[in-house]
């Protein structure tokens, strides 16, 4: 992810103000559909996986929206001030259709008003002065140093998360297809076999449909590094093979903008909504239904990131959707475990296991029990004799809600329940320790004693929620370890001797880091990987990811998933077949 220098709204329209009555102003002269779909088409731009450059799409915008003496004027700011320019973001595009939903109104010429360079020109200080208001919303006071850096660190988890979740380019689309089609269409339905059926009671679909119609959208009307492409909602699947599961999929998945406002405002008006305190902004309405339907039927997908989430995990959220309480218990629960045996799947194959005789080092599902009775369960392990790598593997998220700055009280408890120590149980971090803990005090050293010479153990905590990569979380989980550990010697700010034996503190590595280690652990060695990571970034700040993609020693040796791009091909082939070829059957 790149940011840059943002440009201010003063340097490239000087007088223009960057407070919310000019914003509100200018935003309400704008045609509601054709601000809507510009923002969805910027989004595409910068947020899809393509080999464009930051400067690249960035000039993609400034050349659609301002004239050429403000495109010097920008260009003069960024030689003052060093850096590549950012004008155009996710987050600033995203808070523009907050905003628009409330505030604007369809023109009679909307489809065509952007053709005007002064409205083009008027959408540039819109998307200026939205980077302000989006700053101010996601960053307030937390990035002060008030109580201390610690307390700042805490503080600062949710809007570092947030601010990195403004700037995010969409994951290639193999990955966020072929990892959802194995946990939801292979995973979890032989984990829960209920599963199946209650997805088709809450969409109407089976799993293998839902996919085949995300493939068919995203295939059709995607172009990656360009614009998001407008389409017909209403004739949207006619050339296909079965017309009416296109169109089902369509209608639960997108959302038009009357609804979208609904869900983001309610239903007051505009300026008795601005006259109350504004309600805290959630994606989760966008995040649900990214697809957004204007009222003539063109439709276009919203943000390509909320897209792929969608394809990765919207089966859980729609059966979420018709679960009681106790149910949502368990489908977590079940989820969890899809995710840990994805995990385990990923770990198999960079590892894969050695001909009869030979010593396997990795083990997946380890069951343990201490000398004095307590139980346990170690998720998997890599056994290097001397040194050990412990896996702890977690599939939850955290709320929007949570990620306020004001609300950074709430969000710690939320990390201490789900990946800490709460009410009596090791969550995450703490189960890691308890782990090291036994094995440091020689309580329990393996099923067979194999734990019984190592004197270093690497712990590392793999999660499926990608924007827990962030700056923040790590030093949490740092933090949090230590507690868990009891008492220790600090050796450094990244090792704890416990016992005999060394302990690196906690690694945390999304499922995305897991997955490019895959293949890439051909090349060079996940344990020097690890303790290079810890001896260079011993405050666990910098997220695993970017320490890979800025060492020299390992960016050069990076490689997708071949597995995840052979996952993939399975659902696109079935679409192809299925829903474009003339020999299918639409009703097997």
């Given at each position: 992810m790149t940011i840059g220098v943002f440009v201010p709204v003063s340097a490239v329209f000087p007088g223009t103000q960057a407070d919310m009555a000019t914003f509100v102003r200018l935003?309400?002269?704008?045609?509601?559909?054709?601000?809507?779909?510009?923002?969805?088409?910027?989004?595409?731009v910068l947020g899809s996986a393509s080999g464009l450059s930051h400067m690249e799409r960035q000039a993609f915008g400034i050349r659609q929206f301002l004239m050429p003496d403000e495109a010097r004027l920008i260009a003069r700011f960024v030689e003052e001030h060093g850096g590549g320019a950012t004008v155009f973001f996710r987050g600033s595009l995203l808070e523009i259709v907050r905003w628009a939903v409330l505030l604007c109104e369809d023109h009679s010429a909307d489809g065509t008003t952007f053709e005007n360079p002064e409205v083009r020109r008027t959408f540039a200080r819109v998307a200026l002065i939205a980077s302000d208001i989006w700053g101010s919303r996601v960053y307030g006071r937390s990035l002060s140093l008030d109580n201390g850096v610690i307390t700042a660190r805490e503080r600062s988890i949710g809007p570092f998360r947030k601010g990195v979740e403004g700037g995010l380019v969409a994951p290639d689309l193999a990955n966020s297809l072929g990892r959802g089609w194995q946990i939801f269409h292979e995973l979890l339905p032989s984990i829960d076999p209920s599963f199946g059926d209650r997805f088709n009671s809450a969409t109407g679909l089976t799993t293998e449909e839902y996919y085949l119609c995300w493939c068919a959208l995203i295939t059709n009307f995607t172009k990656p590094g360009s614009e998001a492409a407008i389409f017909d909602a209403k004739t949207l699947g006619s050339s296909t093979r079965d017309p009416n599961l296109v169109q089902r999929f369509v209608a639960l998945e997108s959302q038009t903008l009357v609804e979208l406002r609904q869900a983001l405002w309610g239903g007051g008006l505009?300026?008795?909504?601005?006259?109350?305190?504004?309600?805290?902004?959630?994606?989760?309405?966008?995040?649900?239904?990214p697809v957004l339907r204007a009222a003539d039927g063109r439709a276009i997908i919203i943000d390509p990131i909320f897209m792929m989430d969608r394809v990765a995990v919207g089966p859980l959220f729609h059966v979420l959707k018709i679960c009681?309480?106790?149910?949502?218990?368990?489908?977590?629960?079940?989820?969890?475990?899809?995710?840990?045996?994805?995990?385990?799947?990923?770990?198999?194959?960079?590892?894969?296991?050695?001909?009869?005789?030979?010593?396997?080092?990795?083990?997946?599902?380890?069951?343990?029990?201490?000398n004095t009775g307590e139980q346990f369960q170690l998720d998997a392990c890599l056994n290097y004799v001397t040194d050990l790598i412990l896996f702890e593997v977690k599939g939850t998220w955290l709320r929007d809600?949570?990620?306020?700055?004001?609300?950074?009280?709430?969000?710690?408890?939320?990390?201490?329940?789900?990946?800490?120590?709460?009410?009596?149980r090791a969550k995450g971090t703490a189960q890691l320790a308890r782990v090291v803990n036994a094995?440091?005090?020689?309580?329990?050293?393996?099923?067979?004693?194999e734990f019984r010479q190592v004197n270093r153990i690497v712990p590392v905590l793999v999660v499926h929620d990608v924007l827990l990569g962030t700056p923040g979380f790590g030093a949490f989980v740092a933090s949090e370890f230590d507690r868990a550990l009891?008492?220790?010697?600090?050796?450094?700010?990244?090792?704890?001797?416990?016992?005999?034996?060394?302990?690196?503190?906690?690694?945390?590595?999304?499922?995305?880091?897991?997955?490019?280690?895959?293949?890439?652990?051909?090349?060079?060695?996940?344990?020097?990987?690890?303790?290079?990571?810890?001896?260079?970034?011993?405050d666990r700040m910098t997220p695993f990811r970017d320490f890979l993609a800025e060492s020299p020693k390992y960016s050069h040796q990076i490689y997708a998933s071949r597995h995840l791009a052979s996952a993939a091909m399975e659902p696109l082939e079935i679409a192809m077949d299925r829903l474009f070829s003339r020999s299918a059957d639409p009703n097997p």
């Open positions: 935003i309400g002269t704008l045609s509601r559909t054709d601000v809507l779909f510009w923002c969805a088409r910027m989004n595409q505009a300026n008795d909504v601005l006259a109350q305190t504004l309600p805290p902004y959630d994606y989760k309405p966008i995040r649900e239904r009681g309480d106790r149910q949502v218990n368990q489908l977590f629960a079940a989820f969890g475990d899809a995710f840990e045996r994805y995990v385990h799947g990923v770990l198999r194959r960079a590892f894969p296991k050695p001909g009869a005789d030979l010593f396997d080092p990795l083990t997946c599902g380890l069951h343990g029990r201490c809600a949570e990620l306020a700055p004001e609300n950074s009280s709430g969000l710690l408890q939320s990390l201490h329940r789900q990946y800490g120590f709460s009410d009596g094995i440091a005090n020689c309580d329990w050293l393996g099923p067979a004693d009891g008492p220790h010697e600090q050796l450094a700010p990244g090792e704890r001797l416990k016992g005999r034996v060394r302990v690196l503190v906690p690694i945390v590595m999304t499922v995305e880091d897991l997955e490019l280690l895959e293949v890439s652990l051909e090349h060079f060695s996940l344990r020097d990987a690890l303790v290079d990571y810890s001896d260079s970034c011993q």
